[in-house]
């Protein structure tokens, strides 16, 4: 049939009509929901931008739409990068199709409570329209460049970051946190975003709140900082990974611990002062030492009001005046500071204590009680011992000198100063046997008796005792015997009586030999 172009003007409009009678169809909305589109005010209207998806897939956007997005064709463009885009102003648009419920039309505000754009979806089985209406004055399109890299940056950060709605739903959130998901055995079916952290909807705003989590099998436990931002229909949520820090407070709870139980099993008391001066550490021992009441120092008194207890309580020495006092005091805290603080306390009581103070880190003072009384009362009878051995020793009428295993003159008898006309223990230096030897040969005649004596006082083998005979420079005879002494010491004993009256010192000796034995 010939086709005339008669024909052709009068088919064209009937083509034109049929196609416009097509996109009314698809664009326009359902008689049920025209009253609510009708409620959008005409400014908005005016600005719409519609987008038309099918299955998940735009199939349709009019031009004001291409360029919200800056596209240059509709190809390619699925529900889910579309719906992350809007996401970061309208934290409430479902992240799949078919996600409004039983109600077609549903309208979604921006993040914003100052930006009046919103979102409409209307849905009519695997059609969608989504429909923006945005403000003339407001920002024309959120996917310029600068808000492209930004929504990279935030989807990159190392740490999770996700939205949620005024419900509790989360409806975006960053691959840091899909990542967490997978880790706990809940990936993202890509339908609804899990939610692994439990939150309360009444969450302090800018406050981070620690929150523990778990994997499906409750092996092990992530610690996470949250800090949630509220805005008026949604919540931003940034969790931090607090799982270092968690683990440095448990160890230090457990050391912390362990110092206390070592700190109760000591003998000596122990009080630790922090830098503002106030007790912060104090063991049982302590108590006993101090007998002041655990009421009183689990108070956390500070340092003055501590040694104030104890000058009260008559637990160390009683000061003469006050003011002199609390200087010292204050000098002692100085000292402690330096570690240079030691003193020793012997109480009314007459119980001995050593104070002692150490500096802490982070400017702490220690300072430790130690009760040497049995220390000090051995002392006191052994240096009691020694005078009284050393009585002995100058009632003698016989020259006695006592050496060590090394050879050094232990001490010696007031008849042996008389005799060598020496003081040996008023000399700083130490005095040894070859200083004594020396010193015996210039006030005796030539002998070898003195090699005999030096040999049997060093020798490290058993020794037998041994006598020699000498004289002295004016001719008195002079007897040396020298007998050894549990310990390696060795005690040379000089007797100057005649040679006539020997035979009747010896009993004398033997007795000597005996005690040295």
């Given at each position: 049939?010939?086709?005339?172009?008669?024909?052709?003007?009068?088919?064209?409009?009937?083509?034109?009509?049929?196609?416009?009678?097509?996109?009314?169809?698809?664009?326009?909305?359902?008689?049920?929901?025209?009253?609510a589109l009708a409620l959008t005010h005409k400014s908005l209207?005016?600005?719409?931008?519609?987008?038309?998806?099918?299955?998940?897939?735009?199939?349709?956007?009019?031009?004001?739409?291409?360029?919200?997005?800056?596209?240059?064709?509709i190809d390619a463009v699925e529900w889910s990068a579309f719906a992350a885009t809007l996401a970061q102003r309208f934290p409430s648009f479902p992240t799949s199709q078919g996600h409004t419920g039983q109600d077609k039309l549903h309208t979604h505000?921006?993040?914003?409570?100052?930006?009046?754009?919103?979102?409409?979806?209307?849905?009519?089985g695997d059609i969608c329209r989504v429909s923006l209406h945005i403000p003339a004055d407001t920002s024309p399109a959120p996917q310029t460049e600068d808000m492209t890299a930004n929504n990279r940056a935030v989807s990159a950060v190392p740490y999770p970051i996700w939205h949620s709605d005024h419900t509790g739903t989360i409806v975006w959130a960053n691959v840091a946190y899909l990542s967490l998901c997978e880790k706990l055995g809940k990936p993202w079916d890509g339908a609804d975003i899990p939610d692994i952290f439990d939150l309360k909807s009444e969450a302090p705003d800018n406050i981070a709140v620690r929150c523990a989590i778990s994997d499906h099998t409750k092996d092990h436990c992530y610690w996470y900082d949250v800090t949630t931002v509220?805005?008026?229909?949604?919540?931003?949520?940034?969790?931090?990974?607090?799982?270092?820090?968690?683990?440095?407070?448990?160890a230090q709870r457990n050391f912390v611990q362990t110092l206390t139980k070592t700190f109760a099993q000591l003998s000596i008391g122990l009080a630790i002062f922090d830098r503002n001066r106030q007790l912060?550490?104090?063991?049982?021992?302590?108590?006993?030492?101090?007998?002041l009441q655990a009421e009183f120092l689990s108070g956390r008194p500070n340092l003055m009001a501590f040694f104030d207890r104890l000058r009260e309580n008559r637990m160390?020495?009683?000061?003469?005046?006050?003011?002199?006092?609390?200087?010292?005091?204050?000098?002692?805290v100085v000292a402690a500071s330096d570690d240079r603080y030691s003193e020793t306390w012997t109480l009314p009581s007459g119980v001995t204590y050593r104070v002692s103070g150490r500096p802490h880190p982070d400017g702490a003072i220690a300072f430790l009680f130690e009760d040497i009384s049995a220390e000090i009362s051995l002392t006191r009878r052994f240096r009691a011992e020694l005078e009284l051995g050393?009585?002995?020793?100058?009632?003698?009428?016989?020259?006695?000198?006592?050496?060590?295993?090394?050879?050094?003159l232990i001490f010696c008898s007031l008849a042996y100063q008389e005799l060598w006309r020496s003081d040996p223990e008023t000399t700083f230096a130490e005095y040894t046997l070859r200083d004594a030897i020396q010193h015996w040969r210039q006030m005796c005649a030539e002998t070898q008796a003195w090699g005999d004596?030096?040999?049997n006082i060093l020798d490290l083998n058993a020794r037998t005792p041994i006598i020699r005979h000498v004289s002295l420079t004016d001719g008195t005879p002079v007897d040396v015997r020298v007998l050894p002494l549990n310990g390696g010491a060795t005690v040379v004993i000089f007797d100057t009586q005649t040679a006539d009256t020997r035979t009747l010192a010896q009993p004398p000796l033997q007795l000597e030999e005996n005690i040295a034995d």
């Open positions: 049939m010939d086709i005339t172009p008669l024909s052709i003007i009068l088919v064209t409009p009937l083509c034109v009509a049929v196609i416009t009678a097509i996109f009314w169809f698809a664009l326009k909305p359902s008689p049920s929901n025209s009253a209207d005016a600005h719409r931008k519609v987008f038309l998806f099918e299955n998940g897939v735009l199939i349709d956007a009019n031009l004001h739409a291409l360029k919200y997005l800056n596209l240059a064709n505000a921006a993040l914003d409570p100052d930006d009046a754009a919103i979102a409409v979806l209307e849905e009519w509220n805005s008026a229909q949604t919540r931003m949520h940034y969790a931090t990974d607090a799982n270092a820090i968690v683990n440095a407070e448990i912060a550490l104090f063991n049982p021992a302590l108590i006993d030492l101090t007998s160390m020495p009683e000061p003469k005046n006050y003011a002199s006092w609390r200087e010292h005091l204050a000098e002692l050393q009585s002995v020793l100058d009632a003698l009428d016989r020259a006695v000198a006592v050496f060590s295993p090394a050879g050094s004596i030096r040999q």
